[in-house]
């Protein structure tokens, strides 16, 4: 199928009836879906019964006055109301099509009223007439106080409603799942890079919702928050990451242990988690967790550069905290770390905590042994029995410990995302019984805490250079939507990646005025050294379009390209770097307008104290078009501040009929 | 409160529970996770970090207990079933064999071991490591069970174990 046609099939689906998605999507886990719904059901049925039996009843008011006081104090209006229904005023193009209000809730039966996903005042009245029905049920069956139960807070606060009502006596369900959740405090959880792959760059954002402070607290058991698209993940789909850019999958909330998200990502991807305290009053968390209960299981569509797992998160913290409008911070792109940064403007953060991932933990105790060490370590993994061997026998008492730990992650950390093994559990197992015999002390060492990202430069990128092509001079003006390239101040990022995204440069030029001179839609890089016990793999893809000299003439090309090959540091302030390069352009210039490329590139960064320096060379051989391109550059990008910089360079370019020098000066600055 | 608390999870450890582990909980719960269990179901990584893609699709689900795994036998702070031990068996065997961590303190709180009884429950843990793992296939079950049984031996810990 044509990714186009997938693109407006799942448009489509994603506004069909919530079951309609979830049969989509969903697949084999709809048994428990149904089960479930059968079981709430069940209860809720049999829950109705003493509640409408009590009759649910105004104290004065009656409801007629009840809505005319709502109308008249406009309270659909007011930032609780749009918070809870999560509506925006609609955009620009969207406001010639319909007025007004939309909620960013996809899913009819969240809604009371019919248009309610449009008309916040009409959502608010149905609300109302809801709560003075005392056999109203909520599309799940619950009845609708149950559900409903922040708005009811709320209104009843504005209103005086004073209904009888008692979530203990009433919603059975509902107190049990309170009750387990026991939420006192809400932490931001930031899952940030994961080795070799750039592409988790942007990182991820989850709350945890822990015991109120002075209780007991094991962050492990506490319970996480997060949203993401819902998915089957029984087989590779080559359109997943389409659609998740795209909007094909509908998104929810989910709220699972904890530990089950450190595995995932601490454990199975390698990626460090820091964890955020936020400063939200107790009041402020209930409110939270009772308005996740009123949104359940309805479905937001999931984009994955704006309406995203951080942007609904903060729809959540607005909710909790009433003129917050965190939300409203971010309108082109929401990147998971400058949710912490608006969090920490807005003065939510109070402290934080590091948890290394068991790869970086790993990490750290290869650093902390010396190279003979780090050897015999490998040759444990490989031969366990060593142990009892002449030569570890005659090492130092306080150096075994350590090797033995070292040897145990190193040989879970070879078993991530495999199938389990007997012959590697029994030797992990060796390792444990070893450990587990030495004196306490040399087990253990601690790990340093990296940079934090959100200290790191910021997001977006406007840069203005100057420079000359031969004699001829020319400026450029850049603008780039995020993130960072394989020079930029690597405070707060991993060393070696690269990902941007919408990286446009224009040129001005005296003859020929101002034009494009590069659109790069996508570039990754991710380039992890090879050590004695980590080998991945170096690589890059880059798609866009840039201008190509060609037999003579320039052009602006569509192309994408991509290397693979290896990197190695020699002093750990360096990565040198060797790459197969491939590349698809689409070039007018030549006879065949479709031309592939293919060749190599060598070079090295060099990590100094003022900023990263590049020396690269690339070969590339234009197949059947009878045309090569050498390019060799040194680039220089000096830090002048956390959010701006001066980038040099100086490129050689030879290609079959050309040869010129580039030379360029430029100022930047993220923001 | 507290010894309420102890004798819940006592009672977990006792028979009853350990012993009916695989009826009415069945065998997906997680009770017959071996130790050093693989990580069944390959991600790509462009789809985690595309659409954080999550097993559990549901607001209540993982708390209800999805898989048919019973909401009984919760508890812990937070209605946490031990079954959640399942999840970090590797990590409590790393700590008890290192003599700490937070795996290991997350598994007492789990069990009701008292702020005053840690330290000692943390002690014969250690001492009695290839007891309690005597060989790499042990299951979470197994684990328990010969966890309960050094408790038993033990003058204090004997009490969390009814």
């Known amino acids: 199928m044509l990714p186009l046609g997938n693109f407006f099939i799942n448009r489509l689906i994603c506004k069909l009836p919530v079951w309609a998605g979830q049969l989509r999507f969903l697949g084999s886990s709809m048994q428990y879906l149904f089960r479930w719904q059968i079981f709430f059901f069940v209860i809720f049925v049999s829950l109705s019964y003493p509640l409408s039996a009590k009759t649910i009843q105004s104290s004065q008011n009656s409801i007629d006055s009840v809505l005319q006081m709502a109308k008249d104090k406009k309270l659909s209006e007011r930032p609780e109301w749009l918070a809870m229904g999560h509506y925006r005023f609609a955009n620009f193009p969207l406001q010639a099509l319909f007025s007004g209000y939309e909620s960013y809730i996809d899913d009819p039966e969240f809604f009371l009223a019919v248009d309610g996903k449009k008309d916040p005042q009409a959502e608010l009245m149905a609300t109302l007439q809801s709560f003075y029905n005392p056999d109203a049920k909520a599309s799940d069956g619950q009845p609708v106080l149950c559900r409903y139960q922040v708005r009811y807070q709320w209104l009843n606060k504005q209103l005086d409603l004073n209904l009888a009502f008692s979530p203990e006596e009433d919603c059975e369900l509902f107190v049990k799942w309170f009750n387990a959740i026991n939420p006192g405090q809400v932490r931001l959880i930031f899952p940030s890079s994961y080795m070799n792959s750039s592409s988790s760059m942007f990182g991820h954002t989850l709350l945890r919702i822990d015991p109120p402070p002075g209780k007991e607290r094991v962050d492990l058991i506490s319970y996480a928050v997060n949203f993401g698209a819902i998915l089957q993940v029984t087989k590779f789909d080559p359109f997943y990451a389409y659609r998740g850019l795209a909007g094909g999958y509908p998104g929810q909330f989910a709220v699972m242990p904890y530990h089950k998200k450190v595995k995932e990502y601490s454990k199975i991807e390698n990626r460090d988690i820091w964890e955020y305290d936020l400063n939200l009053s107790k009041d402020e968390v209930n409110k939270m967790v009772l308005h996740l209960w009123e949104i359940g299981d309805s479905n937001f569509d999931y984009y994955f550069i704006d309406e995203n797992c951080s942007f609904r998160l903060l729809s959540l913290l607005d909710v909790a905290r009433p003129g917050l409008n965190s939300v409203q911070e971010f309108t082109v792109a929401t990147i998971p770390i400058d949710t912490v940064r608006v969090l920490k403007d807005k003065g939510l953060i109070e402290g934080f905590k590091f948890r290394p991932s068991k790869a970086t933990i790993m990490q750290s105790y290869i650093a902390a042994l010396a190279k003979d060490e780090q050897n015999i370590v490998k040759d444990l993994v490989e031969q366990p029995e060593l142990l009892d061997g002449e030569l570890f026998q005659s090492l130092p008492e306080n150096r075994k410990p350590l090797m033995v730990n070292t040897a145990f992650q190193y040989l879970r950390y070879t078993q991530t995302k495999k199938e389990r093994s007997d012959k590697a559990a029994r030797d992990s197992l060796i390792f444990l019984s070893a450990l587990n015999k030495f004196p306490d002390e040399n087990k253990l060492i601690t790990i340093e805490e990296p940079a934090r990202a959100e200290n790191g430069h910021k997001v977006n990128l406007a840069s203005i250079s100057s420079g000359y092509i031969g004699d001829d001079s020319f400026a450029d003006f850049q603008y780039r939507l995020v993130y960072h390239d394989l020079l930029d101040s690597d405070y707060g990022f991993l060393r070696g990646t690269e990902i941007t995204f919408a990286d446009t440069t224009f040129r001005w030029h005296k003859e020929e005025g101002l034009e494009v001179e590069k659109f790069d839609l996508i570039s990754i890089a991710a380039f992890t050294p090879r050590t004695n016990f980590i080998s991945l793999p170096s690589w890059s893809i880059r798609t866009g379009a840039e201008q190509v000299n060609a037999w003579g003439e320039e052009h602006l090309v569509a192309f994408v390209d991509g290397g693979r090959g290896v990197s190695y540091s020699m002093s750990g302030n360096d990565i040198s770097y060797a790459l197969l390069l491939g590349r698809f352009e689409y070039n007018p210039v030549y006879n065949s307008n479709f031309a592939p490329g293919m060749g190599f590139e060598v070079g090295q960064l060099w990590y100094l104290p003022w900023g990263v320096l590049q020396l690269d060379a690339s070969a590339l051989e234009m197949l059947n078009a009878d045309d090569y391109r050498l390019n060799l550059s040194l680039e220089h990008n000096i830090v002048t501040s956390t959010n701006s910089a001066v980038r040099l360079g100086v490129e050689r370019f030879i290609n079959r009929d050309q040869h010129y020098t580039v030379s360029e000066i430029g100022f930047r600055y993220h923001f | ?162």
């Open chain 2, 1 to 162: 409160m507290k010894i309420k608390h102890s004798l819940i999870a006592a009672s977990l450890l006792l028979s009853p529970v350990i012993a009916s582990a695989d009826a009415p909980l069945g065998a997906d719960c997680g009770w017959g996770n071996m130790l050093f269990d693989g990580q069944s179901g390959f991600v790509p990584h462009i789809l985690a970090s595309t659409t954080n893609g999550s097993t559990y699709n549901n607001i209540i689900g993982a708390i209800a207990g999805t898989n048919g795994c019973s909401f009984d036998g919760a508890l812990g702070y937070g209605g946490t079933s031990m079954l959640s031990m399942t999840d970090f068996m590797d990590d409590i065997s790393h700590d008890i064999a290192q003599g700490e961590g937070e795996a290991l303190d997350a598994l007492m709180v789990m069990m009701g071991i008292e702020q005053q009884d840690r330290p000692l429950f943390k002690k014969v843990a250690h001492e009695n490591f290839d007891t309690i793992f005597p060989s790499a296939d042990v299951t979470a079950k197994d684990m328990l069970t010969s966890l309960s049984d050094v408790m038993k031996d033990d003058a204090v810990l004997s009490k969390y174990t009814g």
